[in-house]
């Protein structure tokens, strides 16, 4: 078991440095990249803006009343927008982008597999790992930075609405608090390249999830829910790491 | 039969020596020689799971043998670098069992997509080849349809007009007549035909309808067992008698390719005496 | 092709909107947004004690955002601190007897400067300066008092109106006769 699941490891490991040589040869296929931004960003657009604005609400609303304990309701735009750059945003937009977009990557890849179409490609000298993979691969990573700026954009709105239109906070504490705490670099940034992160690693384990999937509807199946659990599993481990290296 | 198996034509365009293939511990192949001379239409014939696809993954490159030469215009595919293995299948056509469109793109764009992949041709003439093409194979109609909305022999057809759309040296069809109406399977028949009589595209076909290949076919090789156990025209190979040709031509369910898969002795497994030995087991 | 063209807008307005989103986060939520100016006018201020006053920290004027310190410094002759605040131009009309007052927002909350206008009929000009000023309450201080007194409700020492406020803020909690440490 043990030793099946370090083979597993070792070829997603391989399987990267293929994509990551098959980049500069996917730039031919400019256009296939623009398209795969379509599909795992604009079409995830939807769930990412429902989600934020929800996230929002409920911190603005839990928040309200843990900080009206201590009278410090004051800092509500403060925390809220911490706890969102930081760790909210990008960490739901990516397990929420592991289940949307990373499932149908895994999905379409594996049907393709199981057709052949990945076979034809290399039979008309397209490869496969330069059309199909890698296109993916950049796209994922491009989408998931802005999805959890979307999303934390939203948040802020949602939290604001809560906390300022509904629970009757001063408009202007609350944003005067949230500007002079949060720094552009140590916060919004670095949220940045924790989604910058998350978007690569569930860009990889989906693409490699499709690839070796057997060709059977059954081995599909297992593919998807592997690239879902895998990849909630990753990124709140890198989740971690990486809070631990940026902090 | 064994003088079948010697080389006779040096112009091949493909050459197989000492083919020996593994795959997933069963023996596929132990040491097939095969010629495919130019500009002609060679079908391999065989029982089902000797490996006829796996041959056509060799001669491609999709698969690598255990040893063995396969020499597909001079060059020897299974050493070469993954740049000359690209370069080679771009004059190689391949007709998948399935079709294999890719089902994102409408038909026209299926065919265009290894014109616009490796050439970078104006749109006029890349839509002149890709409808000539698609005139050829009767398609020409459905050039804007999805690959979802067309019938079997449909698809079939678009992945042919796809696999001759950069005029290939060579074509390979898996299963060309695999699932084929009566009516579809003689116009992909035709089409065979055709192409190779007014392109010279040499051809290799990978069937089981004996009926169809005889008509299409200038030359068979018949694989079982791991080796090529027959070699001759359609004519040649009906009137031959090895027990192989017999039994696959003739259509016979026992003979050297035994009905039974390679079991325990059946008296056994049910719990009998070994002695009792009911029919059907032989 | 029209086909084609509408998933390549639709990306073009996927991407831009991220990085609307971006630059909204970035500029308006962030420090950032304080770096912002339009025409202002510097006003001067001093405390004994300025406590975790900041750089860029806001003003305010009953709760509302009206400009950011400027700069602080150390008068080495009267040894307090000098601070600079510098007020958006369109609130001009700020008594010149108002005082201003260091708090905290809340017990989490960063500190700011605070202005609680007078009833001078005369405005503050540009450099004006604050006769007023209540310094930060620092934490220790207020518990020291607690200590001695036993009651933070009357101050031993004649609090001014900020104070009061400030003390309000700073322990809003109701008086625990066993305060730690």
Known sequence: MIGDALAQVGACGLFLFQILAAIPKSLRHFRETIRQIWFVGAMSLVIIMTCGLFVGMVLGLQLYYVLSIFGGTAALGTVVSLSLYRELGPVMTALLFAGRAGTSITAEIGLMRATDQLSAMEMMAVDPLAYVAAPRFLACIVAMPLLACVFNALGIMGAHLVGVSWLGLDNGTFWSNMTSSVDVWKDVVNGVWKSVAFGAVIALIAVFQGYTTPPTSEGVAYATTRTVVFSSIVVLALDFVMTAFLM | ?282 | MTQRRSYQIGTGFFILLGFAALAYLATQTTSVANFRQGDSYTLKARFTNIGQLKLRAPVKLAGVRIGSVESIELDPTKLDALIKLSVDKRYNDVPDDSAAAIFTSGLLGDQYVGVQPGGSPDMFKDGGEFVLTQSSMQLEDLIGKFLVNGSPQKPADKASAPDEAAAKVAAPTPPAPDIKH
């Open chain 2, 1 to 282: 039969m064994t003088d079948a198996r010697a080389p006779q034509n040096s112009d091949a365009l493909v050459q197989v020596r000492g083919l020996r293939t593994t795959l997933g511990g069963k023996r596929i192949f132990e040491g097939i020689d095969l010629d495919i001379p130019r500009g002609k239409v060679t079908a391999i014939m065989g029982p089902s799971g000797t490996g006829k696809t796996t041959l056509l993954r060799h001669i491609t490159g999709q698969l690598m043998p255990d040893a063995g030469e396969i020499r597909v215009d001079g060059q020897n595919v299974p050493a070469l670098r993954r740049n000359a293995l690209f370069d080679l299948r771009e004059k190689i056509g391949f007709l998948f069992q399935n079709s294999a469109l890719l089902t994102d793109f409408t038909v026209f764009e299926n065919v265009a997509f290894p014109l616009r992949k490796h050439l970078k041709l104006p749109e006029e003439l890349v839509r002149n080849i890709v409808l000539t093409k698609l005139q050829a194979v009767g398609l020409r109609g459905a050039a804007e349809l999805m690959p979802s909305e067309l019938s079997g022999g449909m698809a079939r057809r678009v992945a042919l007009a796809r696999a001759i759309i950069r005029d290939p040296m060579l074509i390979l069809y898996d299963e060309p007549f695999s699932g084929l109406d009566p009516i579809a399977l003689n116009q992909v028949l035709k089409l065979i035909r055709t192409l190779n009589q007014t392109l010279g595209i040499t051809s290799i076909l990978v069937a089981h309808e004996f009926a169809a290949v005889s008509r299409a076919a200038d030359l068979v090789y018949l694989i079982a067992a791991g080796k090529v156990v027959a070699r001759g025209t359609p004519e040649e190979l009906t009137h031959d008698d090895s027990p192989w040709t017999k039994q696959f031509f003739g259509g016979e369910a026992d003979g050297p390719v035994p009905f039974q898969y390679p079991a325990r002795d059946y008296a056994a497994d049910l719990g009998f005496p070994a002695t009792a030995r009911p029919a059907g087991a032989a």
